[in-house]
C-alpha cells in the first residue's frame, strides 16, 4: 500500500470517529427533540428561527426551502402549540416577524446547553486525566494540520 493510500485510510478513519462522536454527543439533544413531536419541516423552521432575530413570513419560506403557503400552515401549526410568537415589525407595522416564543428561548439559553455538554462532562469524567489530556492534545493536533489555530 501507497503512502497516499494510507493517508487516505487515516482520513477516512479520522472522519469516521469524529461522526461517531458527534453522534454520541448529539443523542441526548435528538431524544429530547423527539420528545417535543416536530416533524421535519416544522423543526426546519425552529431551527431557522432560534438562529435569527426572527424572520418575516416571506423570508423565512426562502430560508427553509418551502413554499409560502407550506410555511404559512407550518408557522400556525406552532403558534398553536406557543412555540413560536408574530410581532409587529417596528419597521414596518404591515409587516409581522415570527420569533421563537420565551418557552423555545429559555430552552435554547438553558436547558439545550446542559444537553450537549453534559454527555461530554460525564465522558471527561469517567477518562482517567492522562487520557483527558492526550484526548484534548490530539483534537489540538487535528485543529492545527487542518489548517485552524491553536
Known amino acids: 500500500m501507497g503512502k497516499r493510500e494510507e493517508l487516505i485510510e487515516l482520513a477516512q478513519e479520522i ?5 461517531a462522536i458527534r453522534q454520541v454527543l ?36 426562502r430560508q427553509v426551502g418551502l413554499a409560502h403557503s407550506t410555511v404559512s400552515g407550518i408557522v400556525d401549526r406552532l403558534e398553536k402549540r406557543g412555540l413560536i410568537e408574530r410581532q409587529t415589525d417596528s419597521g414596518d407595522r404591515r409587516f409581522s416577524r415570527i420569533v ?8 435554547m439559553q438553558k436547558t439545550l446547553p446542559a444537553l450537549t455538554i453534559n454527555p461530554l462532562v460525564d465522558a471527561l469524567r469517567r477518562a482517567s486525566r492522562a487520557e ?15 489548517g485552524g489555530s491553536t
Do not use: C, W
Open 132 to 146: 483527558r489530556v492526550a484526548a484534548v492534545e490530539g483534537l489540538k493536533t487535528l485543529h492545527r494540520i487542518v
Open 26 to 61: 448529539r443523542q441526548p439533544f435528538e431524544s429530547d427533540i423527539a420528545r417535543g413531536n416536530l416533524t421535519g419541516p416544522q423543526r426546519s423552521v425552529m431551527q431557522a428561527l432560534v438562529h435569527t432575530n426572527g424572520l418575516s413570513l416571506k423570508e423565512l419560506s
Open 15 to 19: 472522519d469516521r470517529q469524529l461522526r
Open 100 to 107: 421563537p416564543s420565551r418557552l423555545v428561548q429559555d430552552y
